[in-house]
């Protein structure tokens, strides 16, 4: 009898837009087997080029990880169920108590629904006066999360972030207004996180959290709250805490869905013991590039907030231990088992990570990956949108746009073929090549998704490609003002 196996958003493209698929199988191996059969391009998201399911793919059966079962050998009926986890980035306290601060009259009148709680009460609001959060990045996460921990009376706030506010990000960033476009994030943040609680303190650290300054920033914080938008900054954040005994409060999303978890608790499993390694860059899209619905970030980083509230009053069953999933589009909450992994490297009972890392090495961005990430390629390989525009006009250039069709139908640039990135390895016949073919100019959005298309493309064999620099936004910018950005 077949099996139902719950496909995550980011794989749905591969499923026809499927939730869930019927596989028969008598073993988690034989399903999975079935599944890549039935959906072939799943295949490289779930197994290396050896056929060995990749490190940052969890499979469970009903709430169990497979890894603590029988793994692939996992026998499974028509009653089980299988959840494919890929990686996006009770009652007692995991807090020391500080010294308790009285409260004002402004504070017992502020939180006083927090003070007639049982659960908090006088010296619950205490604790959270006393207490220090950090917020790494305060951005679709950290927004939701700063302003209800603000607004909470945790005593002392802090925020990691080198960013200013941009208009895309209004769409969910909601610490931010329109008059904030163009101001610095911490900056607009300090005001808006004052103006709602001015009885606490907002500390910012604008700067790019690196292992030099990790540890440093973090030692003078009683719990992270991770709203990282990359996988470096997740092991990062991951290691620093263990290495401090900081609890990480985890938040990732991605389109419709969210995962929430508590890390690197004494007892608790980490990030590396759900997710041992990275997957490979530009593999899984970042939320720039496949998009996001805004009020998700709303949803998780206000449970991201929640936990770290329950670990600060000591109430309730905190997530240690837990991974809570979110579908959006299915309005559904899951919640699966974590185990410690006893040979975690960093957490584990005989660790070797002893000392952060270099987490870009680690990921494996190379200087090479790295300029793509940011839409930068050696000057010979790149083209400006005068000089694409010089091009059309003569004819003699192929211009490939690599976005999703959602985007094309927003704006494109006449002319262009599309072909989005994710489809680009099995389209590439469609593309000129050969003597007196014409040279490819690729494009995007703003340059970074190209930078990849066209590293894949060199890849290739197709050395007369070029990427167009700073995508559609410079076109519309600087050549057809007609268009409409996004």
Same mark, same amino acid.
């Given at each position: 009898?077949?099996? #139902?196996?719950?496909?995550?958003?980011?794989?749905?493209?591969?499923?026809?837009?499927?939730?869930?698929?019927?596989?028969?199988?008598?073993?988690?191996?034989?399903?999975?087997?079935?599944?890549?059969?039935?959906?072939?391009?799943? $295949?490289?998201?779930?197994?290396?080029?050896? =056929?060995?399911?990749?490190?940052?793919?969890?499979?469970?059966?009903?709430?169990?990880?497979?890894?603590?079962?029988?793994?692939?050998?996992?026998?499974? =009926?028509?009653?089980?169920?299988?959840?494919?986890?890929?990686?996006?980035?009770?009652?007692?306290?995991?807090?020391?108590?500080?010294?308790?601060?009285?409260?004002?009259?402004?504070?017992? $009148?502020?939180?006083?629904?927090?003070?007639?709680?049982?659960?908090?009460?006088?010296?619950?609001?205490?604790?959270?006066?006393?207490?220090?959060?950090?917020?790494?990045?305060?951005?679709?996460?950290?927004?939701?999360?700063?302003?209800?921990?603000?607004?909470?009376?945790?005593?002392?706030?802090?925020?990691?972030?080198?960013?200013?506010?941009?208009?895309?990000?209004?769409?969910?960033?909601?610490?931010?207004?329109?008059?904030?476009?163009?101001?610095?994030?911490?900056?607009?943040?300090?005001?808006?996180?004052?103006?709602?609680?001015?009885?606490?303190?907002?500390?910012?650290?604008?700067?790019?959290?690196?292992?030099?300054?990790?540890?440093?920033?973090?030692?003078?914080?009683?719990?992270?709250?991770?709203?990282?938008?990359?996988?470096? #900054?997740?092991?990062?954040?991951?290691?620093? *805490?263990?290495?401090?005994?900081?609890?990480?409060?985890?938040?990732?999303?991605?389109?419709?869905?969210?995962?929430?978890?508590?890390?690197?608790?004494?007892?608790?499993?980490?990030?590396? *013991?759900?997710?041992?390694?990275?997957?490979?860059?530009?593999?899984?899209?970042? *939320?720039?590039? =496949?998009?996001?619905?805004?009020?998700?970030?709303?949803?998780?980083?206000?449970?991201?907030?929640?936990?770290?509230? %329950?670990?600060?009053?000591?109430?309730?069953?905190?997530?240690?231990?837990?991974?809570?999933?979110?579908?959006?589009?299915?309005?559904?909450?899951?919640?699966?088992?974590?185990?410690?992994?006893?040979?975690?490297?960093? *957490?584990?009972?005989?660790? #070797?990570? %002893?000392?952060?890392?270099?987490?870009?090495?680690?990921?494996?961005?190379?200087?090479?990956?790295?300029?793509?990430?940011?839409? &930068?390629?050696?000057?010979?390989?790149? #083209?400006?949108?005068?000089?694409?525009?010089?091009?059309?006009? $003569?004819?003699?250039?192929?211009?490939?746009?690599?976005?999703?069709?959602?985007?094309?139908?927003?704006?494109?640039?006449?002319?262009? &073929?599309?072909?989005?990135?994710?489809?680009?390895?099995?389209?590439?016949?469609?593309?000129?090549?050969?003597?007196?073919?014409?040279?490819?100019?690729?494009?995007?959005?703003?340059?970074?998704?190209?930078?990849?298309?066209?590293?894949?493309?060199?890849?290739? =064999?197709?050395? $007369?490609?070029?990427?167009?620099?700073?995508?559609?936004?410079?076109?519309?910018?600087?050549?057809?003002?007609?268009?409409?950005?996004?």
């Amino acid at each position: 009898m077949p099996t #139902t196996v719950f496909i995550p958003t980011p794989l749905r493209p591969f499923t026809d837009q499927q939730a869930s698929v019927q596989v028969a199988g008598a073993t988690v191996g034989e399903v999975l087997q079935n599944l890549v059969k039935a959906h072939a391009e799943l $295949r490289n998201h779930l197994y290396n080029a050896d =056929g060995k399911l990749r490190s940052f793919v969890n499979i469970y059966v009903n709430d169990e990880d497979i890894r603590y079962l029988s793994k692939e050998q996992t026998t499974v =009926g028509e009653k089980d169920t299988v959840s494919i986890v890929p990686s996006v980035a009770g009652g007692t306290s995991a807090v020391d108590a500080p010294a308790m601060p009285d409260l004002t009259g402004d504070e017992v $009148r502020r939180y006083s629904r927090h003070l007639i709680m049982p659960e908090v009460g006088v010296d619950g609001q205490k604790k959270l006066k006393a207490a220090k959060v950090l917020c790494v990045g305060a951005g679709g996460l950290g927004s939701p999360a700063a302003l209800y921990l603000a607004a909470a009376g945790v005593g002392t706030l802090g925020l990691i972030d080198f960013d200013t506010v941009d208009f895309s990000n209004l769409q969910r960033q909601i610490l931010y207004s329109s008059d904030d476009v163009g101001r610095p994030k911490l900056k607009a943040a300090y005001d808006r996180l004052h103006g709602l609680n001015p009885n606490i303190r907002v500390i910012g650290h604008e700067v790019a959290l690196n292992s030099s300054n990790a540890l440093e920033i973090f030692r003078n914080y009683d719990v992270i709250v991770d709203g990282a938008d990359n996988f470096p #900054t997740r092991y990062l954040v991951n290691d620093a *805490c263990v290495l401090l005994g900081k609890p990480n409060v985890y938040g990732s999303i991605f389109r419709f869905d969210g995962q929430v978890s508590i890390f690197a608790t004494k007892a608790g499993p980490c990030y590396r *013991c759900l997710y041992p390694e990275p997957p490979p860059p530009g593999l899984v899209p970042s *939320c720039a590039e =496949g998009g996001v619905l805004g009020v998700l970030p709303g949803v998780v980083g206000t449970i991201q907030a929640t936990e770290a509230l %329950k670990l600060i009053i000591g109430a309730g069953d905190p997530l240690i231990g837990r991974l809570l999933l979110f579908d959006a589009l299915q309005m559904k909450f899951r919640t699966l088992k974590l185990q410690k992994d006893r040979e975690c490297p960093v *957490c584990g009972d005989h660790p #070797t990570v %002893k000392t952060l890392i270099d987490y870009e090495q680690f990921c494996g961005i190379t200087p090479q990956v790295k300029a793509a990430d940011k839409g &930068t390629l050696p000057a010979e390989l790149e #083209t400006s949108v005068e000089e694409l525009k010089a091009r059309l006009d $003569r004819g003699d250039v192929f211009l490939l746009d690599v976005r999703e069709p959602r985007e094309w139908d927003i704006a494109h640039i006449e002319g262009a &073929t599309l072909i989005p990135l994710g489809e680009l390895p099995k389209r590439l016949d469609e593309l000129p090549q050969g003597p007196g073919a014409p040279d490819i100019i690729v494009q995007c959005k703003s340059g970074v998704r190209s930078a990849k298309a066209v590293n894949l493309l060199r890849d290739e =064999g197709f050395d $007369r490609v070029k990427n167009l620099k700073g995508g559609i936004l410079a076109w519309i910018s600087r050549i057809d003002p007609t268009l409409h950005g996004y």
